[in-house]
Structures are given as C-alpha cells and as structure tokens.
C-alpha cells in the first residue's frame, strides 16, 4: 500500500513539473520533441546502413536511447553509437 502511495507522489511531482514547464516555456518541450524524432529517425537509418554494408554495429531504438537524443541531441546520438562500438570490441 506504501508503494502505490508513494508511486502516485511521484507521478503527481512529474505532471506538477511538466505542467509549470510548459506554461514557461514551451519551447523546450518542442526542441527535445524535435531531437528526440530526429535522432531516432538518424539511428534508424544508420543501423539499416550499417547492416546493408555487413557492420555488426546497431544501436536499439527504446525509451533510453530516445530520452538521450531528445536531451542531448546530436552528441546524445554520438555517445550512442560510441559505446555500441566500445561494446562491439569487448565480445
């Protein structure tokens, strides 16, 4: 019972915080919508490159790799493709 309490606080914070933040300022929801459709669209089409061309390299497309674009944008995207290469030598 504790749990679901404490899970609607949380959850009741993030709405709150939203809410105030897109009153302020509602373009910086509309930049991480941007980066984030963007920057999955881009891994997208690389990992189907990078396959065409034989790479084992492919990068998931999920909710992490999406809130790092929609944050970080094209060096969220870079990192991406980075540690998936950093991991590709450790096998």
């Known amino acids: 019972m ?49 396959n065409s061309k034989g790479y084992s390299i492919n990068v998931g497309i999920n909710g992490m790799t999406i809130l790092a674009n929609g944050l970080l944008g094209l060096p969220g995207f870079l990192l991406l493709y980075g540690l998936a290469i950093y991991y590709s030598f450790g096998k």
Do not use: K
């Not at 749990?3 to 105030?20: E, P, Q, R, Y």
């Not at 991480?32 to 669209?41: H, K, M, P, S």
């Open 2 to 50: 504790d749990n679901i309490i404490f899970i609607g606080i949380i959850i009741a914070c993030i709405v709150f915080i939203g809410v105030c933040l897109l009153r302020r300022r509602p373009d910086l929801i509309i930049d991480f919508a941007l980066r984030a459709c963007i920057g999955t669209a881009g891994i997208y089409l690389l990992n189907l490159v990078l």
